[in-house]
């Protein structure tokens, strides 16, 4: 079959089983055009909400359809390829996390999206790095544990200089990979292009950049901008959706190596199967774990709004 037929059989059987398909925005493209609602981590965990369908689909990985579960409890939610998870989400375990909560009394515990529903539940608050800076300067208490990406932590840290922000060892594998060297490389490669990156990326990087933000951010700052060129700091597939949203403007990958395995895991297929309710996996957690952790996103969209 095509992909046109698969796409077809998707939107039939999500008409028939009352199916929302939310896709992040580093799904790849067949996906993102069957999808119902795309955008970053922070948009697309809350745009389940407005859907009226019994059951979601994640195309994305682990965190996110964790993070639709908690916010939509009365919901079927399903992990379309139960393989994606998030490398920095499983770098962060309960152990871990109470002893820098006990090395830093006193200290708000804020956590970045990727993370497990069980540190969420130990946080105050989520952010995600649309919502970071907002939700962080908007806490009463200046002393903050932000765990566990200390890339984007620092980048909070340095736009909010009036909060001590502590942080732990822990990151993005993908974004983190990539240094001052590949800048400079990709930057005399194409000597007019704007370079967008993601906050993830490590210091060196966001502080040669001319925009810095979410996924979708970058995606949004890129379509508008009246420069023709760009180095894409984020994962490969931004730069190949840009492509096609934009055919007269030129979008480089930063590096060939911001290509999250994860992300790529989820195929057309794993959606189809997924929908015809032979694949995927549902999402279920422990009644007390969810309360404790809806709490912290709870906050997150109070203060973000
Ligand atoms: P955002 O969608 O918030 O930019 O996060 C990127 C990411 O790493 C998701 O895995
Ligand atoms: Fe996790 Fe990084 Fe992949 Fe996002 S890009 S899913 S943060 S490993």
Redo the contacts with the bound molecule.
């Keep these: 079959m095509t992909i046109a037929q698969i796409q077809e059989k998707i939107r039939a059987l999500k008409k028939d089983r009352d199916i929302c398909v939310l896709a992040h925005v580093?799904q790849a493209r067949e996906i993102l055009e069957v999808a119902d609602y795309t955008g970053d981590s922070y948009a697309v965990s809350v745009c389940a909400r407005k859907s009226p369908s019994g059951s979601v689909v994640m195309c994305g990985?682990r965190f996110m359809a964790e993070t639709v579960k908690l916010l939509s409890p009365e919901k079927t939610v399903y992990l379309a390829n139960p393989e994606a998870g998030?490398?920095?989400?499983d770098q962060l375990n309960a152990a871990r996390m109470k002893a820098a909560m006990e090395k830093y009394p006193g200290h708000a515990a804020v956590c970045y999206m990727?993370t497990t529903a069980e540190i969420k539940a130990m946080c105050e608050v989520c952010v995600t790095s649309s919502s970071a800076v907002k939700i962080i300067g908007a806490m009463d208490n200046p002393n903050i544990l932000f765990v566990p990406d200390c890339n984007l932590g620092a980048y909070v840290a340095d736009r909010l200089p009036e909060k001590t922000i502590r942080l732990i060892n822990g990151g993005?594998?993908?974004?983190a990979a990539i240094d001052a060297g590949d800048v400079a490389a990709a930057r005399k490669k194409h000597p007019g292009a704007l370079l967008l990156v993601h906050p993830?990326c490590v210091p060196d990087v966001v502080a040669a950049a001319d925009y810095v933000g979410s996924s979708s951010g970058i995606y949004d700052y890129a379509v508008k901008s009246d420069n023709r060129e760009f180095l894409i700091g984020t994962?490969t597939s931004i730069a190949e959706h840009l492509q096609y949203a934009c055919p007269d403007k030129r979008f480089y990958y930063l590096s060939k190596r911001m290509m999250?395995h994860?992300?790529k895991a989820t195929t057309l297929m794993d959606l189809y199967h997924c929908c015809a309710g032979d694949g995927g996996e549902e999402i279920t957690m422990k009644p007390e774990l969810a309360a404790s952790a809806k709490r912290c996103i709870d906050r997150m969209i109070e203060l973000g709004g």
């Design positions: 580093y990985v998030c490398p920095m989400a990727n993005c594998p993908i974004h993830e994962e999250c994860n992300m």
